[in-house]
């Protein structure tokens, strides 16, 4: 029996999220092991670092599997990439210890944002859109409170499966790289949407539609006083994870 790890890269606007549903519903877990399967011809079941949303991408989404198969992990992703769309790609294959798990061996998880001030008909596809010039000073200084450990009650979606709402955040910045601006966040966990609901939060400080103030309080009680809709979820890429 082997363990395999492998790198995934997806363009999740077609998918319906990372994690396997009913049949019909069409998943970037549920394509993958269907693949697998058929190459292996075994049942497979993927555990992943991180479960995107609805529209999230990925640049460099890790999963691991477990196989009964002989098949070298490189021929494995050659064929992999044969029959999966386009739209995934799996690289960088290696057979790790069994104690190895995608998902609670990770040590830390980074995630961009990437946000466009007017609408763009080629690359609205990868980012979220302000319709609006935005106040970058104000959206660092908010940033710059996420950092350490917090309860992110205010800014998340209940999860049943992930109850605890603490997470501990190594690093959290804007910046602007070329036309967009780019919220780029280091954390051990994240909860459902948060990210998103980050971002909705500091666009809107950036508009002067939510004070620092504001979301100081919302972060430090965990109650929402002011009305909060996850971003669009074009702009979000799980970007790297570490072990």
Known sequence: MKNIRMTVEYDGTSFAGWQRQSR?????????????????QEPISLAAAGRTDKGVHAREQTVNFVTHSSMEPSRIVHSLNSLLPKSIQVSNPLEVDLDFHARHS????????????????????????SNGSLDLAVMREIASLLEGVHDFSAFSKEDRDNPGRICTVYSCEW?????????????????????????????????????????????????????????????????????
Do not use: H
């Not at 990770?106 to 859109?129: D, H, T």
């Open 106 to 129: 990770a040590k830390k998880r980074q995630y961009r944002y990437f946000v466009l001030e007017r609408p763009s008909a080629i690359y609205g596809r990868f980012a979220g859109c």
């Open 24 to 40: 019909g519903i069409i998943t970037v877990q549920g394509e993958i092991e269907v693949a697998l399967g058929r190459i292996l």
């Open 175 to 243: 910046y602007r790289e070329r036309r967009f601006m780019v919220f780029e966040i280091s954390a051990n966990r994240f909860l459902r949407s948060m990210v998103r609901y980050l971002v909705d939060a500091m666009i809107s400080a950036g508009k002067g539609l939510l004070t620092v103030d504001e979301f100081t309080r919302m972060l430090e009680t965990g109650f929402v006083t002011f009305q909060l809709n996850p971003a669009s979820p074009a702009g979000l890429f799980l970007w790297k994870v570490s072990y």
